[in-house]
């Protein structure tokens, strides 16, 4: 089976300061992982996923993660929030083969302070 | 815009009653997946098509079914419905041959009064 489990179900930085969102993954066999963001009575919108190929993975809007297979982690970051991150960010994992479901985490909400 | 149609966005219904919610998929996808977004749930996913046949099932409910339809669009029926019920109903899709992204419409939100 797996799992994801993110660290945190709220996290509020500054405005210009590094964002970081934990996520740890258990899964039996090589996982795919994603991170998706909600914004308010909005659907989920793709941030970056890992498929096996490089480790440290660059999404939108200036996020990216990186895979540590040692660490089983695949922690979101930001070098510089904006007051437009603000929003409920999910981590999922997935079989790594096309066409599954993904098991995703109960979301940690980011708030940005001015 | 993901491409994922969801219809109605809006729905509030009874306790007892059914409704249905439908999802037409993006263009060239062949996967359908439904899942239930709820406060103390979180994000569940519920049932999985794939080219009209049923591909994967997780935590739905004996009085929730759904299919998928030769055009590809979807359908999530629920009935008896409880208070519980209420929730954001996703629908998502995935290209065929391993794509690895699911796109997600924007959900339908049911109210169960």
């Known amino acids: 089976a797996q799992s994801v489990t993110q660290l945190g179900s709220h996290v509020s930085v500054s405005e210009g300061a590094l964002v970081l969102l934990r996520c740890n993954y258990s899964s039996s066999v090589p996982p795919y992982l994603f991170w998706y963001v909600q914004y308010p009575n909005q659907g989920l919108q793709l941030l970056l996923k890992y498929t096996s190929a490089a480790t440290l993975v660059k999404g939108i809007n200036g996020f990216e993660a990186e895979f540590k297979k040692s660490e089983t982690s695949f922690h979101l970051t930001k070098p510089s929030a904006h007051m437009s991150d603000a929003a409920e960010y999910f981590c999922?994992?997935?079989?790594?083969?096309?066409?599954?479901?993904?098991?995703f985490g109960k979301g940690t909400r980011l708030s940005v302070i001015a | 815009d993901s491409g994922v149609t969801q219809t109605p966005k809006h729905l509030i219904t009874a306790t007892g009653q059914r409704v249905t919610l439908r999802c037409s998929p993006r263009?060239?996808?062949?996967?359908v997946y439904w899942y239930q977004q709820s406060l103390d749930q979180g994000l569940q996913f519920l049932i999985q098509?794939?080219?009209?046949?049923?591909?994967a099932k997780g935590n739905i409910l004996e009085r929730f079914s759904a299919q998928q339809f030769p055009d590809l669009h979807s359908e999530l029926n629920l009935s008896s419905l409880e208070l519980g019920d209420s929730a954001l109903y996703f629908c998502a899709s995935s290209p065929p041959g391993g794509g690895y992204t699911i796109y997600f419409g924007e959900g339908s939100w049911l109210t169960v009064v």
């Open positions: 098509y794939y080219n009209g046949e049923e591909r």
């Open positions: 263009s060239g996808d062949l996967s």
């Open positions: 999922a994992v997935s079989r790594n083969s096309g066409n599954t479901p993904l098991v």
